[in-house]
């Protein structure tokens, strides 16, 4: 008998791990995705809002 050990590893174990990790890196991905266009949105929003608020002297040149 030789002095080293030999791992085995089925398919289907790598399968399992790769369709666990995928699909919850993408889940993670479009809600970081929402969240960053909700806060631009909302962003935008506020900004037009405070522009709107301002006096018309104030505004700034363009």
């Known amino acids: 008998m030789p002095g080293y ?11 399992g791990t790769v369709g666990f990790f995928v699909p919850a890196a993408v889940l993670v991905a479009l809600v970081a995705g ?3 266009r909700d806060r631009r949105i909302s962003a935008r ?3 037009a809002e405070a ?3 301002l ?6 040149d363009r």
Do not use: C, K, M, Y
């Not at 050990?5 to 399968?15: F, K």
């Open 55 to 60: 006096p018309e002297g104030d505004a700034p």
């Open 5 to 15: 050990d030999v791992v085995a590893t089925d398919g289907l174990s790598v399968i």
């Open 51 to 53: 522009r709107d608020e």
């Open 45 to 47: 929003e506020a900004a």
């Open 34 to 36: 929402a969240v960053v």
